[in-house]
C-alpha cells in the first residue's frame, strides 16, 4: 500500500506493546489447575492473544458455560495480582509521539476485556498520544474474528486501505487479514517470524523499538498534519 495513504495505526497490545504474555500464562495455568485442569505452559503460550473462550476451548475442549467463566474469573483475578509485574517494552512511548506527531491515528484494539485493558494503559502511560481503544467488551468475538479491528477502524474514521495493524500473534495477523487491513508482526510476544508471516504478516520486527527504528520504511514521508 502506498505509505502516503496510511492514516491509522492500530496495536494490539499484550505482548506488543506491554510484556505481558507469561505474566497471562502464569495467571491462566494457575486457573486451570484450580479448575481441575493441568495444561503445559507452552501450549498456553501458543494460544494467548485470542478470545479467552476461544483459549479456554483449545485447552481445556468443551466445557460447561458455569466452568468456562469461573476459570476465566481465576485467570483474571490471578493476572491481577500479577499487575505490578507489568512494563511496557522500550520506547513504546516514543512510537506513539512520534505516529501522533505525523498526524497519524494511534488506536489500540486488543483481546483484553476492559478490565485488564486499564492495567495495560497504565503501564504505557501514554495517554495523550492514544486516539481510541477497543477491547474484547466490544464484540461478541475478539480475535482471531476480526470485529476488535473493524470497531478500532470505526473509532478512528479509517478505511481498512487508510490503516496499518501492530501485533505479536498469529491470531492478530488473522485478524487483520480478515478485517482487510495490511499487518505487521513483532517477535516480542515470542511467536516465530515464519508463523507470523504465514498468518499474514508483511514484515516482521523485534520490538517497538526496533519498529521505531524503521517507521520510515512503513510510512514514507511524515504525513501532514
Given at each position: 500500500m502506498e505509505s502516503a495513504a496510511t492514516r491509522t495505526v492500530l496495536f494490539d497490545v499484550d505482548g506488543t506493546l506491554v510484556d505481558s504474555n507469561l505474566l497471562h500464562v502464569d495467571a491462566w495455568q494457575r486457573a486451570f489447575t484450580r479448575c481441575g485442569v493441568e495444561v503445559d505452559s507452552w501450549r498456553i503460550h501458543r494460544a494467548i492473544g485470542q478470545d479467552?473462550?476461544?483459549l479456554v476451548q483449545a485447552l481445556a475442549g468443551d466445557r460447561e458455560p458455569a466452568w468456562v467463566d469461573e476459570v476465566k474469573r481465576r485467570h483474571s483475578e490471578y493476572y491481577g495480582e500479577?499487575?505490578?509485574?507489568l512494563r511496557r517494552f522500550d520506547r513504546v512511548p516514543e512510537l506513539l509521539e512520534t505516529l501522533d506527531g505525523?498526524?497519524?491515528?494511534?488506536?489500540?484494539?486488543?483481546s483484553a476485556p476492559d478490565d485488564e485493558l486499564r492495567l495495560l494503559l497504565e503501564a504505557i502511560d501514554a495517554d495523550a498520544s492514544i486516539h481510541a481503544t477497543t477491547s474484547a467488551d466490544d464484540v461478541?468475538?475478539?480475535?482471531p474474528e476480526p470485529g476488535v479491528?473493524?470497531?478500532a477502524l470505526e473509532r478512528a474514521g479509517a478505511d481498512p486501505s487508510e490503516a496499518l495493524f501492530v501485533?505479536?500473534?498469529?491470531?492478530?495477523?488473522?485478524?487483520?487479514r480478515r478485517a482487510g487491513v495490511t499487518a505487521y508482526?513483532?517477535?516480542s510476544g515470542g511467536i516465530s517470524d515464519g508463523e507470523l508471516r504465514d498468518a499474514g504478516a508483511r514484515a516482521?520486527?523485534?520490538d517497538p523499538a526496533d519498529l521505531l527504528a524503521h517507521l520510515d520504511e512503513l510510512l514514507g514521508e511524515p504525513t501532514a498534519t
Open positions: 479467552s473462550a476461544l500479577l499487575a505490578p509485574r505525523r498526524g497519524i491515528r494511534v488506536v489500540l484494539a486488543t461478541e468475538t475478539a480475535k479491528i473493524e470497531v501485533g505479536d500473534s498469529t491470531w492478530d495477523m488473522i485478524a487483520a508482526g513483532l517477535r516482521v520486527y523485534d
